[in-house]
């Protein structure tokens, strides 16, 4: 079992940054692909970025690569989505999930890391705002 608490969501203007943070509990986080997910109402749930387990390969969609850094310390079972240069279509509920999937490739921005029906743990997320 793994719990997920995500912070660092807020109110930021347009061109501003954001860092958000994932703590995870448990000895094993390591093992677990972390994944960063956004919704707003009457959207589906959209893919933003993963990270495996070891930290040396990641994912991003096209929507913000470029502007979103993921990032993970294993040491502080943390995983870390920076924001750069937001946009008010950034606006949306944030959440992080973990999963031990086996990822056969990073080198895509699809795969099993970017479905969400495919993470089993989930934060209750972290409001992000951003005003034009």
């Known amino acids: 079992q793994v719990q997920l608490i995500e912070s660092g969501g807020g109110l930021v203007q347009a061109g501003g940054s954001l860092r958000l943070s994932c703590v995870a509990s448990?000895?094993?986080?390591?093992?677990?692909?972390m994944g960063w997910f956004r919704q707003s109402p009457g959207k589906e749930r959209e893919f933003l970025a993963a990270i495996r387990g070891s930290g040396d390969a990641t994912a991003y969609a096209e929507s913000v690569e470029g502007r979103f850094t993921i990032s993970r310390d294993n040491g502080k079972n943390t995983v870390i989505l920076q924001m750069n240069n937001l946009a008010p279509e950034d606006t949306a509920l944030y959440s992080c999930a973990a999963d031990l999937m086996i990822v056969p490739r990073w080198d895509t921005r699809l795969g099993p890391f970017s479905d969400w029906k495919n993470y089993d743990y989930w934060g209750r997320g972290t409001q992000v705002t951003v005003s034009s």
């Open positions: 448990g000895r094993t986080f390591s093992r677990y692909v």
